[in-house]
């Protein structure tokens, strides 16, 4: 097998963990070995339960989480620590050659936000992949490096957006 690629959604759009989850999707239809990680997210979501019914582990966190900018600084380093968890079994399967499709849904918000203990370990695993490894990751606002080592890497812009007109987040759509 060729080398696997890295890809990169980003941007203030909706839309960047549709793409990854339909990725995945599409991974698995093809009996690929997905794993999808869901950082800073604890409510449960559609494309989640269908990933998992089809064969895909996924890893989240299973506390109530409040956004970031709502959190007191023990709650950040406590949600830290869960977010480092989460990163580690990811790349303790990697290692193991127990995934060919790696989704880090909201990775790049650990960055923007300060929410892992070690920054570093996800660096090197974005920018040492095995060759073996399909990286999908999302991101509000990426850090350089992050596009630096992106092979497929997509904004997604927002340009209308219901909940501007206080039309809130629908499930079967949002969620």
Request: glycine share 8%; hydrophobic share 40%.
């Amino acid at each position: 097998m060729k080398e696997r690629l890295t890809h990169l959604y980003f941007g203030n759009g909706k839309g960047k963990t549709t793409a990854s989850m339909g990725l995945a999707l599409r991974a698995l239809g093809n009996g690929w070995r997905v794993v999808v990680v869901q950082f800073l997210k604890s409510h449960p979501s559609g494309e989640v339960a269908g990933l998992e019914k089809l064969g895909a582990k996924v890893i989240r966190s299973t506390e109530t989480m409040k956004f970031v900018f709502k959190m007191t600084e023990e709650e950040k380093q406590a949600a830290r620590a869960v977010q480092q968890k989460m990163l580690n079994e990811a790349i303790r399967l990697v290692d193991e050659g127990q995934v060919d499709l790696l989704v880090l849904d909201e990775a790049g918000s650990l960055c923007q936000l300060d929410m892992l203990e070690d920054m570093n370990t996800l660096r090197q695993l974005v920018e040492h992949k095995p060759a073996g490894l399909e990286l999908v990751i999302t991101a509000h606002e990426p850090a350089q490096w992050l596009l630096d080592a992106a092979d497929y890497c997509t904004e997604m812009r927002c340009h209308r957006h219901p909940f501007d007109r206080g039309i809130p987040g629908r499930k079967g759509v949002e969620f």
